[in-house]
Each structure stands twice: as C-alpha cells, then as structure tokens.
C-alpha cells in the first residue's frame, strides 16, 4: 500500500498488431494492473504502422508493445525505426515468431522480447521488468 501516492496516474502502453487476436492475448496476459506495485495500465491498440508512429510520436508511452509477426509492416522494423527517430524512445517489447528469431529482436533494438504463442506470464513479466525500468528512470508519464 506504500504506492498509494500512485492510485489516480496511470502508464500507458502501446501495442501494436495487425492481428486483433495478438492484441486481445496482450491485454488478457497484462491486465488492468501488470504488477500489483505499478500504476495501472491505459492501453492504445494499433492495427497499422502509420498509427504506431502517429502515437509515438505524440509522446507519452511508457512501453510499446510490438509484434514482429505483424503484416505489412513487422513490429521489428518498426522497433528499430523508433530507436532511429524518437529521442529517449520508450521501451519497447518485441513478440517474434519464434525464439530462434531472438537476433532480429536484437537488430530491431527491442528491449525485451517474448515468442509465439505467447505465454501470458511471460508477457506480464517481461512488460513488468520494462515498466520498472521506465518508472526507476524518472522518463515515464507518471511522476512519483
């Protein structure tokens, strides 16, 4: 109950996925709330690339979510042209295909990667771990 100065902010996270399915399984696996100690989650859902990096460049994501499976326009290409172009750009978790396709993850510049299918606990963790890691940096949304 310690981050109760926390209750009314909230983090706001990004995912991205063609695949209305990928991101429903997202949603599912993080919840209202990823990690009982973080703020609670506002979600912007993207079908297409164009509104990704509308978003992104609006500022205020604390974490995007990206799925390198995604047509046209892969979450890794993506990643990496965040990387390139948003200063201080936000973490970002990369969902690849499979987990031999861990290098592409690490050529898009993504911070954390999770494979299909996806594993909710996996998903929550790993999004928990960045969100900490945005949170400890002082560059979220939400000021302590």
Known sequence: MGSSSRTDKSLTVLVYSNDANTRASVLAAMGPRVA???PRIEYIECAT??????????GGIDLAILDGEAAPAGGLGIARQLKDEI?????ILALIGRP?????????????????????????????????QRLASGLSTVSA
């Open 49 to 58: 690339e164009p509104v990704v990096i509308r978003n992104m460049d609006k």
């Open 36 to 38: 009982p100690e973080l």
């Open 87 to 91: 200063y201080q750009c936000p973490p």
């Open 100 to 132: 031999q396709d861990a290098w592409l993850a690490t050529w898009s510049r993504a911070d954390g990667v999770v494979s299909h299918p996806l594993d909710p606990m996996q998903v929550a963790d790993a999004a928990a771990s960045l969100l900490r």
